[in-house]
């Protein structure tokens, strides 16, 4: 801490003293030495996806087109302050997005940075990753903001330096800021609960998809019934044309890249939702991590559930597992409160496991894995947040015309969500209460009378 009180007072000297803004930009060039032009860390969001067409507009996404169009959100990484105007009310509204690319991505030594290595014409994030004291992870050396654009300013004021911002239409900003060299990010975090009081400040938790496997194998999937009602999936990019039901994505939304990127994870999840009924809108919010695996950002995922919420899609499902954030779970209660039903896996590791989050913050539908027996998923996390069960252990699939059999509460979630979505069709807390209810006295009570934490109410079955 004491080097962040001689930061903030390095700060307030140099403001006293009106250095000028050459003065400001020598310092902040002096402190934030990285060898990298101050233009742009991430991907330009264009407008190009991998499923269909589509103009990129947000709005555009939720049309009558089935062919799954999107493209990237408007995210201002890194942006050029020159002009003292950094966000134009154009540049921020969801639904007057500007389609060119700007001077803001322009320099040859943007392609890297410490904590996640943003490529400007790559089609996914690359991470790297620390563990916190639960072994929670976080991408190194940056922090995520929600709260006005004057609380960026006063980050910016005391040396951090601004990544990225982007406006939720369910109130403020989320902005992604680097932190001032040798200060940890729990310092930062403090030094910040200090300078904007009004703000969440957390660090920029990291979240894996709570699969566990996944094998070719005969399996008798059903066709799609007649689909009605639509689920939200924020997980990894899907492959439309593999897809049990050709008009059965509505939307796909890249949040980690120029374009959606079509995975198994993303791909399984969406059809275990079609298989059950429902259209899907998806957003993509998965990059990899140095070690090549998949991981999501809370600052991504924030973005994909404030467009959910905007856009009012009643029923959304996370089927992701990572530590608690409190501005994650802020998100959620937005949603919560605003009559959304957020669904989510309850995670895979193991029955001695600490809880694991999304599916552990409050008003969110924790779901476990169960086989055809009613037998709980061995890798299955156990505890008081867990709310139902599905079938989540070798659930047949059908992609490409290729049966598949997968396993994890990563699937055992869309179950459940795929049946509250065609009951659920516009946000309604009412209506939520009401559908959360009836699958409490549905359930196939499997375990303890009344509610455990193997199960939860018991097992939702059709």
Partial sequence: ???????????????????????????????????????????????????????????????????????????????????????????????????????????????????????????????????DDQWGEYVPDEVVLVGAASDVDRARGIGFREL????????????????????????????????????????????????????????????????????????????????????????????????????????????IAIQNGSHVHVADVFGESEDGALAASTERIVAALDWMIANRVAVVNISVQGPNNAILGEMVRRAVDGGHIIVAAAGNGGPAARPTFPGAFDGVLAITAI????RPYIRANRGAYIDFAALGVDVPVYLRDEAMRVTGTSFAAPIIAAHAAQDLQVPSRAQAAAIIAALQRGADDLGDPGHDHVFGWGAVRD
């Fill in 1 to 131: 801490m004491a080097r962040l009180a001689s930061l903030i007072g390095c700060a307030l000297v140099i403001s006293a003293l009106c250095l000028g803004s050459l003065g400001l930009a020598l310092s902040s060039d002096a402190a934030w030495a990285s060898g990298r032009d101050d233009a742009d860390d991430g991907p330009d969001f264009d407008d190009h996806d991998n499923s269909g067409s589509g103009s990129g507009d947000w709005d555009d996404d939720f049309d009558d087109d089935s062919s799954g169009p999107g493209g990237g959100a408007d995210w201002a990484d890194e942006p050029d302050d020159s002009d003292g105007d950094q966000y134009d009310d154009e540049d921020e509204d969801l639904h007057a997005r500007r389609g060119d690319d700007d001077d803001r991505h322009d320099g040859d030594d943007r392609s890297r940075e410490v904590g996640s290595v943003e490529r400007a014409n790559s089609e996914h994030v690359l991470y790297s990753v620390e563990y």
């Fill in 164 to 271: 990225s911002r982007h406006r939720l239409e369910s109130g403020g900003i989320v902005a992604r800021l680097r932190i001032p060299r040798r200060v940890s990010v729990t310092e930062a975090a403090a030094a910040l609960a200090q300078a904007a009081p009004n703000a969440l400040v957390t660090p920029n938790s990291v979240y894996r998809s709570a699969a566990s496997e996944a094998s070719p194998a005969p399996a008798a999937a059903r066709p799609p019934s007649r689909l009605q009602g639509a689920l939200g999936i924020i997980d990894t990019g899907v492959d439309v044309s593999a897809l049990p039901a050709s008009n059965a994505v509505l939307s796909q939304r890249a949040f980690a890249g120029a374009r959606a990127i079509a995975r198994p994870h993303g791909s399984a999840v969406a059809a």
């Fill in 371 to 374: 086989d055809t027996q009613g």
